[in-house]
């Protein structure tokens, strides 16, 4: 990956709806030339999709929490009920005193703690500690 690679991805990251004329002013390409490097970015993987970003808020997903799971046994086997619950928007095996830790959405605190409720029902999960997000200073795209 060169510079002209990271600048088209961080183009990208700002809104990918851009036109390949747009991105390819951006670093003195033909659009063609432009359109061709993008392909072969997501060929590689390095770029995983296209996506529209929504207001959690307006769409009734405004409570945000961080959860870690404890457990009594490796939780790498048990992706699929972490996957079955629509609300964790992310989850990942950790470090540390917790075995895992997820992102989760919900509308109220409520259908939070119903979240909470599903999480201990997966075999496994001994305990949990939730962090509600108040509010959000800022989020970045991925720096290049």
Not at 109 to 129: F, K, P
């Amino acid at each position: 990956m060169d510079d002209i690679d990271r600048v088209l991805l961080q183009r990208l990251q700002e809104d990918a709806s851009q036109p390949y004329a747009a991105l390819a002013a951006a670093v003195g390409l033909s659009a063609g030339a432009t359109h061709e490097r993008v392909r072969k970015l997501r060929e590689r993987g390095v770029i995983r999709r296209t996506t529209v970003e929504v207001d959690p808020a307006a769409v009734g997903s405004g409570v945000l929490a961080y959860v870690m799971v404890d457990s009594s046994a490796w939780m790498g086997d048990s992706r699929a009920a972490f996957e079955g619950i629509a609300e964790i928007q992310e989850a990942h095996i950790i470090a540390g005193s917790a075995s895992l830790m997820v992102k989760v959405r919900t509308g109220t605190t409520e259908q939070l703690q119903d979240v909470l409720r599903r999480l201990y029902a997966i075999d496994g999960v001994s305990g949990t500690q939730a962090t509600v997000v108040l509010e959000t200073f800022f989020e970045r795209p991925l720096p290049l």
